[in-house]
Structure formats: structure tokens, C-alpha cells
């Protein structure tokens, strides 16, 4: 991994007063570069050939570069024209998987908003649930022997896919069946967790290290498809229906009951004080813990999305719980682009940028 003083050696030959906001041209770039123009940053996006368009339509970017795929961004030469711009790249779920975590640890010289090393602690689902357990958190049953399946559950794959490819299975043969279909091969590839029947929450945070502060700025549920359509026939077509599939194809607002919000912020408060523990500085800025709120009111968390999620599109003008905090329209986007504004201001900005 490049070390955290490589990265900072390249920060401190950045023009504080020109500092440009920068992100992949997908999932949370619209949010983000809107967040920046509120803050009064220049913004840059990337865009992948054919979907300049979007992004000119809207207007929000300063500046736009094309690349034929997103792997060109770990470019040395196209690196150098980023650090030339003073950028501070903003992750997010398809930043992550289209350049993976691994090559964004070791390759990526440009600097970054948030701690690079989170990315190995959300990829990894073994790492992910070492340190939910280190939180406190309340986990779902994982089966490390399929012959063991005794209920129903879901088999997960690694990485920011937006729930493509997770299958159920509810006992051994099941999975086998499914196994075969998919050819899976070893454990590595997969986790088997147990199903949780209850209300999807999906709380969005932030954690300031500059003020030592955690913010709930807002919450969702995913539509996923084909699931969730499916609920909808299977009293019609209980005998014909497909394989459910759980793609994410977009995002509802919800507001929890209010008795249940000191629980939510301690889930948060967990998870950050967890990853300082594990890896130093621990995590910074957006995320998300993925939740279940079953009938008797525990919360079972089955992932933690450690940037900036899909479901905070949302909220580009605010949420229940952000106007609640601030004066103006808050988005975990326009959030962002003020942390590293306070940095600058402060002269902090090493402290949450790596």
C-alpha cells in the first residue's frame, strides 16, 4: 500500500486556494459536484466515452475528461494531469470497483478524500465482519460449511456490485444446485449468510475527525429488482416465478421512528470507534452500515459501505435529519466538499485526506 506520507508529500505541493474537487463520472458524481460548486470549490469529472452527456446536461462539472475506461485514471500521465489540477479524488461505490480496491491502495498517487485503507476492510468480507464484531454490532448467522444450511440464506460475492449475483438457497442441496449453475468453486468466493426477514434501514453517517463528531445526515431503503417485484406477483404466480435477484435499481427515502434513533447513532458511534482501533486513523467521512430491523426492534447489520452510498441522491437538498443540523440544503456530497473546506481553512487537511 502507498504509504500515507507519499501521499502527503504530493498534498503539500497543492495550492490550498485552487484546490479542485474530482470524481468518476457515475453513482454519486452528480451529488458530489454539486456539493463542491455549493462549497465554492472547482470541480472535475470523469467521464467513460458515451456518457459525457449526462454530465453536461446538468452542468455542474467545471471541467470534464474523457477516458475509454476508467482503469486509464491509474495512468501515470493521466495521474499528472489530476495532481496538476490540485485534485482531491472523492470516492465512491463504482470508483471503488471499477479501479478495485487493491489497485487504488498501491497504484493511486493521487490524493483522496477519506483513508484508503478502509477499502481492504470493506472488501474483504472476512475483515468487514471481524471489525462489525469488534463493533458490537449485532450479525447474522454465516454458515462456513454449506451442509450446515439449515435456513434460508443468502449467498453473497465480494466487492461493490450492487447486489448482482446473490443467490438463496434454503438447505444444502439448494445450494448445490445453484452452485453448480453459477460454477463457484472455492469458499473465497462467497459468503453464506442467513437470511433476515425484516425493515431494510440503510443509515447514512458522517464522522469528522476534525470535530471528533458523528452525523446522521440521512437514511433509505433500496428497490431492488427483481425481488421486490416479485413480492408483488407471488400470490399470483406462486408456482412460476423467477430465481430472485437483488440488483439495486434505486433507492426510497425512509425516516425511522424517532425511538429508535439512539440505536442507530450507536451503531455509528461503534463502527468508528471499532475502526481507529484496527486501522489508524480509523474510518473518515461518509458511510453507511447496511441494517435489518426485525419485529422485536434489534437491528441486524449484514455490511458496512465505508464512502459515500447510492441512497444519498436522494437528499441533494437536504434530509429530515441534515436540516435538523445545518441551515442550509445538506447532502452527504455538499458535506464532504465542507469537511475538506474546514481543513484547508484549519490547516488540517492531511487529517482527512489520504
Not at 495550492?15 to 456539493?35: F, M, N, P, V, Y
Not at 453448480?180 to 459468503?191: A, I
Not at 440521512?218 to 400470490?235: F, H, T, V
Not at 440488483?247 to 447513532?265: A, W
Request: proline residues 5%; aromatic residues 10%.
Amino acid at each position: 500500500m502507498l504509504h500515507r506520507k507519499e501521499i502527503h508529500h504530493i498534498l503539500d505541493g497543492y495550492a490550498r486556494d485552487e484546490i479542485t474537487i474530482a470524481t468518476i463520472g457515475s453513482h454519486t458524481a452528480l451529488q458530489i459536484l454539486k456539493g463542491a460548486r455549493d462549497e465554492g470549490f472547482k470541480s472535475l469529472v470523469i467521464c467513460k466515452r458515451g456518457t459525457e452527456e449526462v454530465y453536461r446536461q446538468f452542468g455542474l462539472a467545471d471541467e470534464l475528461l474523457t477516458v475509454e475506461n476508467f482503469e486509464q485514471v491509474l495512468e501515470k500521465s493521466f495521474q499528472e494531469q489530476l495532481i496538476k489540477r490540485n485534485a482531491i479524488l472523492i470516492p465512491h461505490g463504482s470508483f471503488v470497483e471499477y479501479l478495485s480496491p487493491v489497485r487504488i491502495e498501491n497504484e493511486l498517487f493521487v490524493p483522496m478524500f477519506g483513508n484508503r485503507a478502509v477499502l481492504d476492510w470493506e472488501a474483504d468480507r472476512g475483515k468487514e465482519r471481524e471489525w462489525m464484531e469488534r463493533a458490537e454490532l449485532r450479525l447474522p448467522v454465516e454458515f462456513n460449511d454449506p451442509a450446515d444450511i439449515d435456513r434460508l440464506v443468502m449467498v453473497k460475492f465480494p466487492g461493490a456490485k450492487g447486489g448482482r449475483g446473490y443467490i438463496l438457497a434454503s438447505n444444502h442441496d439448494e445450494f448445490e444446485q445453484k452452485r453448480k449453475k453459477l460454477e463457484l468453486r472455492d469458499k473465497g468466493e462467497f459468503t453464506i449468510q442467513e437470511y433476515v426477514v425484516g425493515t431494510r434501514f440503510y443509515p447514512h453517517y458522517f464522522y469528522s475527525p476534525l470535530k471528533d463528531k458523528l452525523e446522521l445526515l440521512s437514511m433509505d431503503i433500496r428497490y431492488e429488482s427483481n425481488i421486490d417485484g416479485i413480492a408483488r406477483l407471488s400470490y399470483i404466480l406462486r408456482d412460476s416465478l423467477p430465481e430472485p435477484s437483488f440488483v439495486v435499481t434505486g433507492n426510497l427515502p425512509v425516516v425511522i421512528r424517532e425511538s429508535l434513533l439512539p440505536r442507530v447513532l450507536e451503531m455509528g458511534r461503534r463502527v468508528i470507534t471499532a475502526s481507529q482501533e484496527m486501522f489508524s486513523p480509523g474510518l473518515i467521512g461518509p458511510f453507511c452500515i447496511e441494517t435489518v430491523c426485525t419485529e422485536d426492534l434489534a437491528f441486524i447489520a449484514f455490511e458496512i459501505s465505508a464512502r459515500i452510498v447510492a441512497g444519498t441522491n436522494l437528499y441533494i437538498s437536504g434530509s429530515p435529519y441534515s436540516q435538523l443540523l445545518y441551515d442550509v440544503p445538506m447532502s452527504t456530497g455538499r458535506r464532504i466538499a465542507r469537511e475538506v473546506k474546514e481543513a484547508i481553512k484549519g490547516d488540517l487537511l492531511k487529517e482527512v485526506v489520504y
